[in-house]
């Protein structure tokens, strides 16, 4: 009965913390792409922010268990709960055990999760998006006036929904001067003009009847792929050692402050190590 108490009340609190680090970081995610998100229908941007909540939820989550495992453990102290169990023969670390064994199923759900939603499935969405939104304030711009958006600087005489006419367009690479152009999902087809390029100082000027500039970013997979998914499998598999590390710290502090210090400190410095881990792959 004292296990079930303490093992509803540990996940409870596991998965509030991860909802509460998702959030965190999420808020700080939207504050660097609100207008890719809210310039877009919300049919767009929503597999996105599916994509991207679930998978750092996920991520979150053994370190949260972590946390939540310490101070539902802590609580057990405070209320002489293992003292009771040392007194009827029955040694603390059993609970340390049965955790395990009773967070074998979710954590093999975890990493289940973590096989199929992967970062590269965030990046190939958000590239998708950029994308979209690329080709959205293309065929919006109106005609006579200079727009700029994350390096990209456009100016155009006139517009008929996707056809350009009178266009100057300046990229990170060079610039084009063309008579007109046509936009598709994810690039430009220039037609009758001027690519202007700079190398090593010097600028060359190359004429074309067309030329197709793509706005998309390479989206790399193959390699990646299996390095963060090496690195999500490190951080399932480390929930064991992440718990007995509770374990221990519950065992030799006395107070709130210190536990909260510690715990702290292990749950930063273990996301340091994810961190330079996946750095290094």
Not at 203 to 208: A, C, D, G, K, V
Request: aromatic content about 20%; overall charge positive; hydrophobic content about 50%.
């Amino acid at each position: 009965m004292l296990f079930a108490w303490f093992y509803w009340r540990f996940l409870r609190l596991a998965l509030f913390i991860s909802s509460l680090f998702t959030f965190l970081f999420l808020l700080f995610q939207f504050i660097k792409i609100d207008q890719l998100l809210f310039n877009l229908p919300f049919k767009d941007s929503l597999p996105f922010i599916f994509v991207l909540t679930f998978y750092h939820f996920c991520y979150f989550l053994p370190t949260s268990l972590f946390i939540a495992f310490s101070f539902v453990l802590f609580e057990l102290k405070e209320d002489k709960k293992l003292h009771i169990l040392s007194s009827f023969g029955i040694n603390p670390i059993k609970i340390y055990s049965r955790t395990l064994i009773y967070s074998i199923l979710p954590l093999a759900t975890l990493l289940t999760s973590l096989f199929f939603i992967r970062e590269e499935d965030i990046k190939s969405l958000r590239h998708i998006l950029t994308v979209k939104y690329y080709t959205y304030i293309l065929t919006s711009l109106p005609p006579g006036v200079f727009q700029s958006i994350e390096g990209y600087t456009l100016y155009v005489s006139e517009r008929e929904g996707n056809r350009l006419k009178g266009i100057f367009f300046k990229f990170p690479e060079g610039a084009v001067v063309a008579q007109e152009a046509q936009v598709w999902q994810g690039g430009i087809t220039f037609k009758k003009g001027s690519l202007l390029t700079q190398k090593e100082g010097k600028f060359y000027t190359l004429q074309f009847d067309n030329y197709n500039l793509s706005l998309g970013v390479s989206d790399a997979k193959g390699q990646a792929e299996n390095k963060s998914f090496f690195v999500n499998a490190v951080n399932v598999l480390s929930v064991p050692l992440l718990f007995l590390a509770g374990y221990f710290i519950v065992q030799l502090v006395e107070h709130h402050h210190r536990l909260y210090y510690l715990v702290g400190l292990i749950s930063v410095a273990y996301q340091v190590f994810l961190i330079l881990l996946k750095g290094s792959l």
